[in-house]
């Protein structure tokens, strides 16, 4: 089986509330000055798609913003905005911004102006077509299956079940556990989370994990990064001048010029710092939810994770009270009588107790960001207009998988759900 042979196998396209849209206006004025823009790009990061697009522009990179991150190993499409202040546009003359541009895996369409930038609550869904190749009959048969049991409508006695499937599964949508999905756990190296030690203030050590732990799946300049700073950690002239522009090269610099190492970690661009907490976080969050679903469901399955097993209950199975449920992030201001908290509660303080963590631990010492925040998020989300092709005869089957998730969720979730 292989998930993402190209990057064209993995596609996501973002869509964005009606209202949003609304109020879009064709021309540039000082209430709409936020120029929106669609955004596709092909085995690039979110953010280093946007940079381009604001190299492109002649703009600074933070004057384009965008309201989710989508996979790298993909083709995605999502709306950005880029903030056009008065001074670009006189400085434009007749001219406006470009209508379209493509530039190293990045093309943009301008679709209007908007008067704010887009935000998260903006998204209404994200739209994903996968393509699973080479399957086995034994592994389509899991898909199948497994498919069946995460339905919210029974199948119907009488019928065959994969033609039901397909003619059901539109208006039905699947009932899947908001597990975060493994691009959450890419700071995770070889086990370990950067925020344990973060959290004790031991900030050479969350260092080593970042930027110093070299992975077999790694390739190009990270690995080449990696490997260095894990041979010449301490030798910090020697190291810099083996490294080129890199986060680790930016982290070396500090240390180099004898900077703390609590320095050194504020030298990492942002989101890699924020990512290090999120990490913890979220797989905090996985750890109570598989809890909490082990705990009220009788019947399901469990599938390996990067960082534990996660519970899959039958949809049938689910309570309405935990279909509706949120269970809040790990966080040091969490209140323990919070909403749902009588579901949460215990499934959380066992979590920690197996982490060897409490909830005052969830802070940096003498950073303010990034930091363990508070928020809710739903312990399950509905895969709609859910589809699936049928298997050719052929003994390897190719499978073309296709549904909306709501913003935030994971589309890998689903997959893994469904036994791939």
Known sequence: MTIRKQPTDFIVREAVNQALLNLMQPRWSSECPYAAYELTKTSLTTPAATGMLAQQLGMRVGDVQYAGLKDKHAMTTQMVTAHVRREKQESLGADSLPLELTHQGMSARRLGYLPQAIKAGDIAHNQFQIDVRDLSR?????????????????????????????????????????????QRFASVRRGQFAAKHLIHGDFEAALKVLIASPLRKESGASKTASRLCAQHWGNWPQLLSLLNKSPARGVVTVLASGGTFREAFEALPHLDRQMAVESLQSHLWNATAARIIRQHCARGWTEASATGELAFPFAVDVPDRLRAAH?????????????????WRDALHATLDAEELSLDQLAIPGIRRPSFDAFDRPLFVEARQCGCSAPNGDPRIDVRIEFHLPSGAYATTVLRAMGQ
């Open 327 to 343: 269970v809040p992030m790990a966080s040091p201001s969490l209140s323990p009588d919070g909403p749902d908290a009588d579901l």
């Open 138 to 182: 034994q592994a389509w048969e899991v898909l199948d299956h497994r498919q069946r049991l995460l339905r919210l409508i029974p199948c119907a006695p009488g019928k065959r079940e994969a033609d039901l499937l397909r003619a059901q599964l539109p208006e039905s949508g699947l009932l899947v556990p908001n597990y975060f999905g493994d």
